[in-house]
């Protein structure tokens, strides 16, 4: 969230100070191609397994939370009718939510370690998951930009993405493990807490497409459906059996210099 | 126009997101268990000559019955998982004079899980040499059990049951001698029992109960509310039909260096005191009790209880870092109390198998509310219910 604040302060102050130079700068990035990008805008979206496996029974819960973007671009236009271009940025952004799922016969393994001391949970659990997903992230897209005309732009691109700040936590409540497998012993479970925070992957790369429309000179309309392609969780992570994807629509308001 | 064709090109995107909600059609059940089960004699009817309540646990079904049960003539009437089949169909009568097995598949067809059925007419044995155990169905930890000699051989008498079940839980045990409760070999005659109260590691804290005892008593233990709660799982007692006067046998123990309690994030919180171990018998009615038996919250202190013998605690405890192998085991005889108890002891009642019987070991006098010290040792061996 300080990193969000920061770079909103820097986005404004490069806004003013821009607005206040004299023009000729931009004119001249402009005479070699040069566009600049600011934008800011909500990410909407889960991390999740795609398609939800046939354990998760029912949604009993999605809150997407309010999930902040900032982001700085700069195009470079490559033909002289400014129709294609690349673009490359900078974008501060949490992707996060909050789900609360029933589930059936889900397998899952867990391993904690606390000093010398290990501890080992495998089986099936049958009953209820709740999962906080609170994720920052400094995110670099580089994007192809296409000019369809004069007011619409597509992008497509990969990105690639740093955690900052992750969290990804919850409880399993309401149910039972079955230890081992399905016909293992059973054990009722009122509420166990689960914390994987640290297990998040750093490095995430993803898919990039989006549109922007230009609702006035200086002002745009932008959505980017970010599409993650590696997991939130690295391969060696047995926790969740599945493997969770980021998938967050960004969408906001820009403003072109 | 032009716009409203670009616009389109959002929409495959935003039904990206939306596939969220799409929810697979359910999977067939996976799971086999007999949840339910009465027996029933040849006419169909449930037999009164069972005793007590049947106990059901994961892979069996252990029932006592009296001498007149016919147990040649008997038939299940089951309740399964939804969808799950078994095999051969309980309904059949068949002869339980030996052990019947019985195959339960789940409805998937992808698992199946093998149920035994004991139904014992012996009366509780009374002389323990824990000389007898095994592996439980997952090998990970020792169950003890007796057998008595009966007109088709030996008879196994799965009478006792521990916490290791719920210790297997946490993965806090790598081999059986990991877990609380133990065969050793160097029992006071021939093979005997250990009880170890141990760290439950970091699943342990999590469900608050950072240690676990080693305990041993006659009765069942219903891991399925282990973590729930952990005082109803231990259910003491089996029916028995005779008036025991004297509880004996031999035992060594030594106390581990810091008492615990649980701390307010589960793990452990050092408190003064020092660590000692409980050894007792407690002969009770199990009429009017939930589930037939007493349980950890009124073991002790019950008004359905008609005798109690409990071993002097104070005497014989070792210091921490003593070697148990190098110290004898110590005698101990107690009587059963049955001076000012709340229910008095009925000749007729007895013989009726109305009362259960439970004989308890423990490493930790407090261990079932996982107060003790992660190191307190107790071998016992050669115990014997004196009967009149």
Redesign the interface.
């Known amino acids: 969230m300080k990193n969000v604040l920061l770079l909103i302060l820097l986005c404004a102050s490069l806004g003013v100070y821009a607005d206040g130079r004299e023009k000729t700068a931009l004119k001249k990035s402009y005479f070699y191609g040069l566009e600049y990008r600011i934008k800011g805008g909500f990410n ?3 991390t ?1 397994p ?10 009993e819960g ?1 809150r997407p939370g309010l999930q902040i973007a900032i982001e700085g671009n700069v195009i470079k236009w490559i033909d002289t009718q400014k129709k294609w271009g690349t673009l490359i940025g900078i974008r501060l952004e949490s992707k996060g939510m909050k789900t609360d799922a029933k589930v ?2 889900y397998y899952m393994v ?5 000093g010398d ?6 089986g ?1 659990w049958t009953g209820y998951v709740k999962t906080d997903v609170k994720n920052s992230f400094l995110t670099i897209p580089i994007q192809v930009i296409h000019k ?2 004069p ?2 732009d ?1 992008k497509f691109g990969p990105y690639l993405s740093y955690l900052t700040d992750g969290e990804f936590s919850g409880s399993a409540y309401d149910g ?15 509420e ?2 689960y914390d994987f925070s640290s297990d998040l992957r750093k490095f995430q790369w993803g898919i990039d ?1 989006g ?1 922007e ?1 230009r609702a006035y000179r200086h002002l745009s309309i932008y ?1 980017d ?1 970010t ?1 993650g392609l590696n997991a939130a969780f690295p391969k060696d992570f047995k926790s969740i059996s599945f493997k969770m994807y980021n ?3 960004n969408f906001g308001f820009g403003y072109v210099f | 126009m ?2 409203m064709k ?1 616009r389109m ?2 929409f495959p ?2 039904i ?2 939306l ?9 067939p ?5 007999i949840e339910e089960c009465v027996i029933l004699n040849a006419n169909g009817q449930p037999d009164q000559n069972i005793k007590g309540k049947v106990v059901l646990t ?1 892979t069996r079904i252990m029932a006592q019955a009296t001498p007149y049960i016919d147990l040649t003539q008997l038939a299940l009437d089951v309740k399964l998982t939804p969808g799950a089949t078994i095999a051969p169909a309980p309904s059949k009568v068949l002869d339980y004079s030996t052990i019947q097995k019985f195959t339960v598949t ?1 409805e998937s067809g ?4 093998e149920y035994t059925v004991t139904i014992d007419t012996f009366d509780l044995p009374t002389k323990y040499r824990f000389e007898q155990s095994e592996l439980n169905e ?1 090998g990970k930890y020792f169950e003890f059990f007796e057998t008595t000699e009966g007109k088709e051989g030996l008879i196994r008498q799965n009478i006792w049951a521990s916490g290791n ?1 719920g210790f ?5 045990g790598s081999t059986p001698d990991d877990f609380p409760t133990v065969s050793v070999v160097n029992g006071k005659e021939g093979m005997g029992v250990r009880l170890e109260t141990k ?9 608050k109960m950072p240690i676990a005892a080693g305990n041993l008593f006659i009765g069942s233990f219903d ?6 709660d952990a005082m109803k799982a231990t259910r003491f007692g089996l029916a028995f039909g005779k008036k025991p006067v004297e509880l004996k046998g031999y035992y060594k123990y030594k106390r581990g260096a810091q008492l615990t309690d649980v701390a307010a994030d589960g793990d452990t919180l050092h408190i003064a005191g020092e660590d000692t171990f409980d050894i007792y018998a407690v002969l009770y009615k199990s009429e009017g009790l939930e589930e037939g038996t007493l349980d950890g919250d009124n073991v002790l202190s019950s008004k359905n209880i008609i005798a109690l013998a409990r071993v002097d605690n104070t005497q014989h405890v070792n210091p921490p870092g003593t070697d148990l192998n190098n110290v004898e085991y110590t005698p101990f005889s107690v009587k059963f109390d049955y001076e000012d108890k709340a229910t008095p002891f009925n000749e007729e009642e007895a013989r009726a198998y109305k009362y259960n019987l439970t004989v308890v070991f423990t490493s930790s006098v407090r261990g079932a509310e996982f107060v003790g010290a992660i190191g307190s040792v107790l071998y016992v061996d050669e115990v014997e219910v004196v009967c009149e």
Not at chain 1, 50 to 59: C, D, M, T
Not at chain 1, 110 to 114: F, L, S
Not at chain 2, 20 to 26: D, K, L, R, V
Request: charged share 15%.
């Open positions: 909407f979206g889960g999740s795609l398609p939800l496996p046939a354990e998760i029974r029912k949604i999605f059936k016969n867990m391993d904690a370690t606390e001391q290990t501890g080992h949970m495998e099936n369809l005309s007011r619409w597509i039972y493990l079955r230890e081992g497998n399905p016909t293992g012993t059973k054990v009722n479970v009122t166990a807490t497409v549109g429309w959505a459906l599409w998938i967050y629509l | 032009s716009d670009r090109l959002l995107a935003l990206g997101v596939c969220f909600s799409c929810i697979q059609a359910e999977e059940n996976a799971e086999a268990d994961n789940s992808e698992w199946q899980k997952s079940a297997s839980l946490t993965g806090a760290s439950t590691g970091p699943f342990g804290q999590i469900a891991v399925a509310n282990a973590l729930n």
